[in-house]
């Protein structure tokens, strides 16, 4: 198959069922901000901004060594094995941890009436880590469908156990107490009830896959013996310890934020500045939904094709086609905030400044993302750990600087800069040591196009919301329609 139809498809489908679940969590976000005050969902902004740290360390770049190392592996049962065995040990240690520290963690991070957070979060953690392996194993081998399948019913449990608790049974004991929902729901909970629906939707895709991971011991036990192999292990370890670093380092970058906001900002604000930030970075989900489905297809493409005489073109126009799709969807979110912004509650809405911010923000990190290739093919991973920790760097310093003056302006705008420097200098590194021909004069000239326009609609003054709406997406059209006339050479040559 045409490597780009075959990207392409694969993106699709592994998209398929991200998008329709973030479309559907999408819903959750307007509930969220209409029944919790800020201050409570500024509590679910954080817990979770401390899963996106710890399912780093609990993962360790074992999904991109499983990638790397099934290139080189003969039996690649016996390197499954190994990684998800080990990914699980660790797991299983880190939750029994917490469980066990449960008070004195919840003191720590000032949530001392609520410990069952600690161990609710550790739960989820330990089944995310292991069943990332088990997905990994999938992306692997290519079988898109069936990952798609799996990652449906996990978002679909996820949203229908938010509705069943957060709606259905906040009503049904609000009208009659005493009711059969009366003997298991406690409106005291709240907000608990987000992390409950999330440790039952985190079974399913575990236990879903259960049965193929027993099988594959089983058929390797059968053929091999031995199911795990220290020699191999220690390898994928030091692929994997820098990637480790670079994604504590890069989750510094991309959730920080959210953190620092609670500790710099008065006490009396800040877990309702907290929420509101975190509600509005939701709108710029799409940019994230999108860079996520590309990097679940691109990430095993770019392995698979990297020993092809055109991998360097070939990535090259990927980098191309992921500019501007990116950007369209940059313009296409600004054009419609007017009503994209009743996406939160009005309590909310005072923070929709920070979205075109993050928007572009988010883009730099895609960017970075594809010209992180180099390092990892060339399994010179301590390169993505400088990379993102001098990124940390600066996420630290200018959120500790500008968070008491500016709030979380602050916090995008630093957020934009540590992911633009990250993407300059990726691509300098990355030049001297595995050169791609990337078409700089149309990198800049969309961005600079987006940008033109950008700025053009937040002059534009039109009293009727219906015809500024129209002027706003026709600006929209014209970006589509210089970039088909630019690429629709190389659109034939692709297909």
């Not at 907290?274 to 999108?290: D, E, L, P, Q």
């Amino acid at each position: 198959m045409n490597p780009f139809k075959k990207l392409a498809s694969q993106t699709a489908i592994y998209g398929l069922p991200t998008i329709v679940g973030r479309l559907l969590n999408v819903l959750l976000v307007p509930l969220y901000t209409r029944i919790f005050l800020p201050e409570e969902y500024g509590t679910v902004t954080e817990m979770y901004a401390y899963v996106s740290f710890l399912l780093i360390v609990l993962t360790y770049g074992m999904e991109t060594a499983l990638f790397n190392f099934s290139r080189q592996e003969e039996n690649k049962e016996k390197l499954y094995c190994t990684i998800l065995l080990s990914v699980s040990f660790t797991s299983i240690l880190f939750v029994a941890g917490l469980w066990i520290f449960s008070r004195p963690i919840a003191d720590l991070i000032l949530y001392p009436d609520h410990p069952e957070y600690v161990v609710w979060f550790g739960l989820i953690l330990g089944l995310d880590s292991i069943s990332s392996i088990a997905f990994a194993k999938l992306r692997e081998q290519q079988k898109a469908k069936t990952f798609a399948v799996i990652k449906s019913l996990n978002l679909v449990t996820y949203i229908f156990f938010n509705l069943f608790f957060i709606v259905y049974c906040r009503q049904q004991y609000e009208t009659n107490p005493d009711s059969w929902v009366g003997s298991f729901y406690s409106p005291e909970i709240g907000i608990g009830y987000i992390f409950i629906s999330n440790i039952i939707s985190s079974a399913v895709p575990l236990l879903l896959q259960l049965p193929s991971i027993l099988k594959a011991f089983s058929l390797f036990q059968r053929g091999e013996g031995a199911i795990f192999d220290f020699v191999l292990l220690k390898k994928t370890l030091l692929y994997s310890f820098p990637l480790l670093i670079a994604g504590l380092a890069g989750m510094t970058n991309e959730t920080m934020d959210r953190l620092l906001l609670k500790y710099l900002l008065p006490s009396d604000v800040a877990l309702a500045q907290v929420g509101i930030y975190g509600a509005c970075y939701k709108i710029s989900i799409i940019m994230t939904i999108f860079i996520q489905t590309f990097r679940y297809a691109a990430e095993p493409f770019f392995f698979s094709h990297a020993s092809e005489k055109d991998a360097q073109s070939v990535f090259a126009r990927v980098m191309n086609y992921f500019v501007i799709v990116c950007l369209i969807i940059f313009l296409g979110t600004w054009m419609n905030i007017s009503w994209i912004q009743y996406y939160v509650g009005d309590e909310y809405q005072q923070g929709i400044e920070v979205v075109p911010v993050l928007l572009l923000a988010n883009f730099c990190m895609g960017v970075f993302l594809n010209l992180s290739i180099w390092y990892k093919l060339f399994a010179a991973t301590r390169y993505g750990a400088y990379l993102t920790i001098f990124g940390a760097f600066i996420t630290l310093i200018g959120n500790i600087v500008f968070i008491p003056v500016y709030g979380y302006m602050a916090s995008a705008w630093t957020t934009l800069l540590c992911y633009s420097s990250m993407m300059l200098i990726s691509y300098l590194i990355g030049n001297k040591h595995y050169p791609v021909n990337y078409d700089l004069k149309r990198f800049f000239g969309y961005v600079t196009l987006s940008l033109i326009l950008y700025s053009f609609s937040r002059y534009m003054e039109v009293e009727s919301y219906a015809i500024d709406l129209t002027l706003k997406n026709l600006l929209v059209l014209v970006f589509v329609i210089v970039v088909f006339f630019v690429e629709r050479n190389s659109l034939r040559k692709s297909v």
